[in-house]
């Protein structure tokens, strides 16, 4: 996947940089035997912003393509607010810390996640016949999520039978993270398939010596006197990803979701041309 505008590279940037800075110290550290709080609160520092980092690529790309606005929004506040607890966590000492500061921060790492996956779900392009799997999967990871919340903050313990509903909810939940970009992919392949619209032969008649025959796209030559043809066919399509636009009567490209431009009313097939100013019918 290309990573295509400046906040998404930005973001995979400090990703790459927190990772490798991480790992680098911690190898540091194992060779020299380094020891400290100021060398641990970095590493762990590092290690919250490069996932910090990977989580917001994963929140931009569908708020940039403004899928199930406005989530990806919601989800790059919840990250940014859970950094800062995260950072406070690890730099202010434990007794000073804020009541609930734990609670806080794992509530806010668990929507950050959740919200992300659930931003990069709205990307996959279903069939119809799909679109409940990944519904279902929103709806299981969301009713998870809360359980999660709600034993967080309201210390509730209802036996084995409230994580055992906790843990098949995710596990259904994460069946269908995983199964949703495969379902895509297929729903993809098929859309591939039926983007040929028109034939790659024509039936011309040569203009030199008046044969009619059947003649491929591309460069070919008349079989009775040898006059060269270069045909070229060339059918509407998404500026974006190459779609065919043929027949399609959504103002979205239903590939990608970009706007597609229609063109004037009035230069439409059957529809008379605007008169200038000053001209009579």
């Known amino acids: 996947m290309a990573f295509q ?3 998404q590279r930005t973001f995979l940037t400090m990703f790459i940089v927190c990772i490798c800075s991480c790992a680098l110290g911690g190898v540091v550290i194992l060779l020299t035997d380094l020891r400290g709080m100021f060398i641990e609160r970095t590493l762990v520092t590092l290690a919250a912003i490069g996932g910090s ?8 790309i569908p708020t940039e393509l403004r ?11 919840v990250i940014c607010v859970t950094l800062a607890v995260s950072l406070v ?14 609670k806080f921060m ?20 279903l069939h119809a016949r799909w679109n409940w799997v990944r519904t279902t999967t929103v709806v299981l990871l969301a009713i998870a999520g809360l359980q999660i919340t709600a034993t967080l903050w309201m210390d509730i313990h209802q036996g084995d039978d409230w994580f055992r509903l906790m843990s098949i909810l995710l596990i259904l939940g994460l069946c269908g993270v995983l199964v949703t970009p495969v379902l895509h992919h297929l729903s993809r392949t098929r859309l591939r398939e039926d983007v040929r619209t028109t034939n790659l032969t024509l039936s011309l ?9 059947e003649m491929a796209v591309g460069r070919s030559k008349c079989a009775g006197c040898g006059l060269k043809f270069d045909i070229d066919i060339e059918e509407e399509t998404c500026r974006k990803c190459g779609y065919s636009l043929f027949q399609i009567q959504s103002s ?4 990608c979701g970009t706007p597609i431009f229609s063109p004037p009313r009035s230069a439409e097939a059957g529809s008379p041309a605007p ?7």
């Open 5 to 7: 505008s400046r906040t």
């Open 53 to 60: 980092s990977l989580l917001a690529l994963g929140a931009a």
């Open 67 to 77: 899928r199930w606005h406005p989530l990806g929004p919601g989800a790059l506040g």
């Open 89 to 102: 966590s690890i730099w202010v000492s434990y007794q000073y810390w804020p009541d609930d500061l734990e």
């Open 106 to 125: 794992g509530t806010g790492w668990l929507w950050s996640v959740e919200l992300t996956v659930t931003g990069l779900l709205s990307l996959a392009r």
């Open 205 to 213: 008649t040569c203009p030199r010596c008046q044969k009619t025959q």
């Open 252 to 255: 979205l490209c239903p590939e």
């Open 275 to 281: 008169l200038p100013p000053g001209a009579s019918g």
